[in-house]
């Protein structure tokens, strides 16, 4: 058999907003794909309308959008295996029930919801706390098996709400090869009868996603480990509906666990440890609340999606840092982990940390210039970025010192009264007269002026370069106090020196009571 085109598709039912395990199995899915010349498809599993959440497809597409996982097909890009929302697909699941009925491998039930709860009830009283409809009980039941064929026919013409179940077969042993857990063996005796249609006309989860599967042309099915136990079943609905030679291959990802490891990582874990759960921030229609989100906190999507690369699997090798085309190249399966990947929040800060410094101060001033309001010549924002990306983790932490911007207002106290002197005044009106004289003003020029004015004064650095940065920036720390000169431009450096040195000179005098 020749081998099949790659066609994987991320299925996420519209419930909510996209957890970044979701956003992680679409990334795995995207990079999977990409590799491998495939199709990244998008499709909404919406068979389950009460737990419908309005809004949420929209944000699927976006997150998946922010992130740059660009889809092949989707509900917003049409191709040649649409719909791609099981709502408009609705017409087509039912005849494979029917065929499974007709082949004997499903059947026809009418119990209701309280039939159901009645036989619950009385296997808890026998101490049998997890009954299941399944090749035992089943026969205790109202379905196709055990009514006669006239009764059926005439529950059904009468219109009596039913559901169909599959006919799990007695003692067999379903086994898959999963492609990151190995061989799966299940007992079709730990397998109940699950329901794959259901009276409102849709069909289940299982039916329908292994129908689309089939019809959408998947080869390869990843999704989160949660989906493991149905694999079995869908296995033998494959088998069932005779499509065995071209069941997809599966792969389950491993869960992503919270920080101390101690189960998975919920929307609770985020809330309670101060960090979004979510992709983009997210509004809850009914309540209104609002849940924060890695793009507005500031988050870089390179930056997260490199993270969410490294939950569950890495490359064998040291290196850290990727572009998503480079996780295009360098992904496989096969270095997807088993076990569960712990969510570290301070790892992903990291990761936006690194990813800040490979960018170009062209690029962080222009993402400086969109925070903040007025116009602000790029190639000094770029000036800014240099001086403080060494120290940032987010583009906002570049505008943070506002003495780029303006004359600090505020100043260090602690710096003021250690390092302000009586002789102050005079030093730096001195050190003032020099910076007149230069007309470079560069960091090289401005840094060998004030070395050379150390020594002519028999100066050290500690007594007059804490009170220049004072003057210059209000600190007592931050970076270069020369580069920073340099920025600022001579014009407004001698500017602080006349407005900054009587200011401090001023409360020195009124600190010290000197008269
Ligand atoms: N609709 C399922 C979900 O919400 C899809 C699981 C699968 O990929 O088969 O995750």
Redesign the pocket.
Known sequence: MSERKVRV?????P?GPLHIG?VR?ALYNYLFAKKNNGDFILRI?DTDQARYVKGAEEYIISALNWCGLEINEGPVKNGSYGPYRQSERKDLYKSYADNLIKSQNAYYAFDTAEDLEEMREMAKKAKMPNWQYNSITRNNMKNSLTLSNEEVEEKLNNGEPYTIRIKMPRNEDVRFHDEIRGWVIVNTNNMDDKVIFKGDGMPT?HLA?VVDDYKMKISH?I??EE?LPSAPLHVLLYKYLNWEDVMPKFAHLPLILKPDGNGKLSKRDGDRLGFPVFPLQWKDPSSGEISSGYKENGYFSEAFVNMLAFLGWNPGNAKELYSIEELINDFSLERVGKSGAKFDPEKTKWFNQQHLRNKSNNELAILMQKGISHETDIAYLEGVAELMKERAVFVNELLEDDYFFSIPENFDEKTFRKKWKENSFEIMNNLKSVFEGDDEFSVSTIESNFKNFLEANSLGMGAVLPCFRLILTGKGMGPSAFAIAALLGKKEVLKRFESKTPFFNELYKEKNKVQ
């Open positions: 598709r991320f299925a996420p039912s419930t979701g199995t599993e989860y996603n099915v999704r989160g989906w």
